[in-house]
């Protein structure tokens, strides 16, 4: 299984001095496997410290902080030899001990030329952060384009990279991103779906929604867990409403996040920030922001906290959450609910690193994403959930606000490559959005 973030992981470990490496992310998104096996195997020998599995290693940074007497410590404890020249040193599931966060501040100053990483799935829940110590990525759920890698079919990768705009490739790629919509982007359901590929769908299909099942039941047992000083039980009643409430839209755009009736004598955005902001900082939710009227960059300088629209981190996940078969997603085909291929869209653009992402909002009108590029230009990205085009809200953007480009996200083929100013893309080439801005 490949990811993409691999090659900052190599090109981080070619630079002659680095600052610790700080992987964060949702449980279960394939943290450790990108560390261990994948970016692991380019090393001699690593050094595996898991918190949360043995937290035991604790002791370890009881002590000194300094880089060489942490590292003979944890020699003594695992009984492991160590050399920093070649070694990899993963410090995994580190928001389980503070003293290891802190340590990473030493790394930085001390040990420059030294390979630590890091992984956590509640780093932004911390009470101290080494800011400016470490180098950060998120790691989220399989994008699609790792999805199609994952199926090991040359001639379908070939097609994805390239961009073919062919119906033979369309057909091919739709029944590919329908497929994603039901298993999402969780690294085990998307394992067991390729592993399983020659058994009997409908035992495929079992094996993914187990996973899916365990999934959701882990991550409601972390609320209690990690939730501190937030109300679990809050927190649970925003996880379960997202799905809740982008099903009530079916062709229309998502609306943003209501706040009655979510929780029992809490109705406005004040008693839900915390929760809500809990959910985004374990990445289990993505956020979106209206902006109204003429937007101007940079957009997070007018979203305003209150009007948000809330996504889950996995489309797969979501579905489950609906209880929405695979029969269901795929009897849809180009006609399927209108959520999902936003909820799909802004997942895609997170991993972007468009994160929060922004919409635009004008009356009546509404234009499910905006986004700006390096020279401050701002484009309108509609997402149509079947093969219709035709967007009244786009047009109503266009004659308030005048872009040099506009995108159509579609179920259908897509336009020419030689249009330049509305251009329509299908919905599997989301991620090559920033290359046509």
């Not at 695992?78 to 966060?101: H, M, W, Y």
């Not at 009530?248 to 915390?274: C, I, P």
């Not at 802004?346 to 009356?363: C, H, I, K, R, V």
């Amino acid at each position: 299984m490949q990811r993409t973030l691999l090659d900052s992981l190599i090109a981080w470990k070619n630079q002659p001095m680095r600052k610790p490496l700080l992987i964060d992310g949702a449980r279960q998104t394939g943290k450790t496997f990108l560390l261990k096996t994948l970016f692991g195997k380019t090393f001699t020998h690593i050094l595996r410290i898991d918190f949360l599995e043995n937290p035991a290693y604790k002791e370890a940074f009881d002590g000194s902080l300094s880089p060489d007497e942490l590292l003979m410590n944890l020699e003594l404890i695992t009984n492991q030899s160590f050399n920093p020249e070649t070694d990899l040193l993963i410090l995994d599931e580190i928001g389980e001990c503070e003293r290891a966060v802190t340590s990473l501040k030493y790394f930085a100053e001390k040990a420059p030329t030294y390979f630590v990483a890091a992984s956590g799935s509640n780093i932004g829940l911390l009470n101290t952060f080494p800011v400016g110590k470490v180098e950060q990525y998120n790691l989220r759920p399989l994008t699609f384009q790792e999805f199609i890698y994952a199926s090991k079919e040359a001639p379908l990768i070939k097609a994805f990279d390239t961009q073919v705009n062919s119906p033979a490739a369309h057909s091919k790629l739709m029944d590919k991103l329908t497929d994603y919509f039901f298993t999402g982007g969780m690294p085990e359901a998307v394992a067991a779906w390729y592993q399983f590929k020659d058994i009997s769908i409908l035992e495929r299909v079992e094996k993914v929604t187990k996973i899916h099942s365990d999934l959701v039941a882990g991550y409601q047992r972390d609320f209690g867990k990690y939730a501190g000083k937030v109300d679990a039980t809050l927190i649970e009643s925003v996880f379960n409403s997202i799905p809740a409430q982008l099903s009530l839209v079916m062709d229309d755009s998502v609306k943003r996040f209501k706040f009655k009736n979510v929780h029992e004598r809490k109705s406005r955005y004040s008693d839900f920030e915390t929760a809500i902001h809990w959910l985004r900082c374990c990445r289990l939710a993505l956020a979106n922001y209206a902006i109204e009227g003429t937007p101007k960059a940079p957009l997070a300088a007018y979203k305003k906290d209150n009007r948000v629209k809330l996504f889950l981190f996995d489309v797969g996940l979501l579905n489950h959450m609906l209880r929405c078969s695979y029969k269901e997603i795929k009897q849809q085909n180009y006609e399927y609910k209108g959520y999902i291929a936003e909820n799909f869209v802004q997942q895609e653009l997170t991993a972007m690193g468009l994160d929060p992402s922004y919409s635009w909002n004008d009356a009546r009108a509404e234009v499910e994403f905006i986004a700006s590029n390096d020279e401050g230009a701002i484009f309108p990205i509609e997402v149509k959930s079947g093969k219709r085009t035709r967007a009244k809200s786009l047009a109503s953007y266009i004659d308030k606000c005048a872009p040099s480009k506009t995108f159509k996200l579609t179920g259908s083929q897509g336009s020419s490559a030689l249009e330049q100013t509305n251009i329509v893309m299908p919905l599997y080439y989301t991620q090559y959005l920033p290359s046509k801005w």
